[in-house]
T-cell receptor
Framework: EPEVTQTPSHQVTQMGQEVILRCVPISNHLYFYWYRQILGQKVEFLVSFYNNEISEKSEIFDDQFSVERPDGSNFTLKIRSTKLEDSAMYFC???????????FGPGTRLTVT | KNEVEQSPQNLTAQEGEFITINCSYSVGISALHWLQQHPGGGIVSLFMLSSGKKKHGRLIATINIQEKHSSLHITASHPRDSAVYICAVRSQGGSEKLVFGKGTKLTVNP
C-alpha cells in the first residue's frame, strides 16, 4: 500500500542553523501539507501546497519557513534559522485531490538545542 | 475560528469494554477525520466522514452535522487499541487544512 515517507526520523540541530525536512508524498497525490506538533500539544497546520505554489499558510508559517517541490517526488520544509521553540514533531501529509482523505507520514522529530 | 473539543482527555478501560470518544466543533465543516497516534508519534487515518456513520472492523464513527458532534466507538476493546485518538475537521469554504483536537489518550488494560 502506498505511503507517505519522511526523512530523517530525528534531526538535532543548533539554534540558528538551517534545517531541511524531507517528505515523499504518495505518487499520484496533488495536495501536500506540513503540520507540526509541539510535545504535549495538539497538531497544528503549517502550510498547504498545490500546483507548485502555497495554497494556504498559518500564522506560524512566517518568513523563516519555506516549502518546495524540487522534483516530481520530494516535498521539503526548510527552516532558515531555527529557534528553540521550533522543536517539535513535523508531519507531512498528502491527498489525491481537494476534499479527499489526507495521509500522514511518520513524522520527523526536530530538536533544537 | 473553529475550535475542536474532545472528551474525555484520558480514558482507561478493561479489555473487552465498549469505548466511546466524543468530539464537538464550533463551525460548519466539510469533513471530519478520526486519527490514531501511536506512542512513537506516527499518525494513521481511521475515518473521514461528512455524514452518517462508517464502520471498519471494531471501529465505528458517527457524525451529527446539526449538533456539530461526532463519536468514535471501539467494540470489544483490546490492549493493542491503546493510543491517542484525535478528531480533526476541515472547515467549509474551500480550505483544505485540518484543525485538530487535543486528542484522547486511551489505555486498555488486559
Amino acid at each position: 500500500e502506498p505511503e507517505v515517507t519522511q526523512t530523517p526520523s530525528h534531526q538535532v540541530t543548533q539554534m540558528g542553523q538551517e534545517v531541511i525536512l524531507r517528505c515523499v508524498p504518495i505518487s499520484n497525490h496533488l495536495y501536500f501539507y506540513w503540520y507540526r506538533q509541539i510535545l504535549g500539544q495538539k497538531v497544528e497546520f503549517l502550510v498547504s501546497f498545490y500546483n507548485n505554489e502555497i495554497s494556504e499558510k498559518s500564522e506560524i508559517f512566517d518568513d523563516q519557513f519555506s516549502v518546495e517541490r524540487p522534483d516530481g517526488s520530494n516535498f521539503t520544509l526548510k527552516i532558515r534559522s531555527t529557534k528553540l521553540e521550533d522543536s517539535a514533531m513535523y508531519f507531512c501529509a498528502s491527498n489525491l485531490n481537494a476534499g479527499y482523505e489526507q495521509y500522514f507520514g511518520p513524522g520527523t522529530r526536530l530538536t533544537v538545542t | 475560528k473553529n475550535e475542536v473539543e474532545q472528551s474525555p482527555q484520558n480514558l482507561t478501560a478493561q479489555e473487552g469494554e465498549f469505548i466511546t470518544i466524543n468530539c464537538s466543533y464550533s463551525v460548519g465543516i466539510s469533513a471530519l477525520h478520526w486519527l490514531q497516534q501511536h506512542p512513537g508519534g506516527g499518525i494513521v487515518s481511521l475515518f473521514m466522514l461528512s455524514s452518517g456513520k462508517k464502520k471498519h472492523g471494531r471501529l465505528i464513527a458517527t457524525i451529527n452535522i446539526q449538533e456539530k458532534h461526532s463519536s468514535l466507538h471501539i467494540t470489544a476493546s483490546h490492549p493493542r487499541d491503546s493510543a491517542v485518538y484525535i478528531c480533526a475537521v476541515r472547515s467549509q469554504g474551500g480550505s483544505e487544512k485540518l484543525v485538530f483536537g487535543k486528542g484522547t489518550k486511551l489505555t486498555v488494560n488486559p
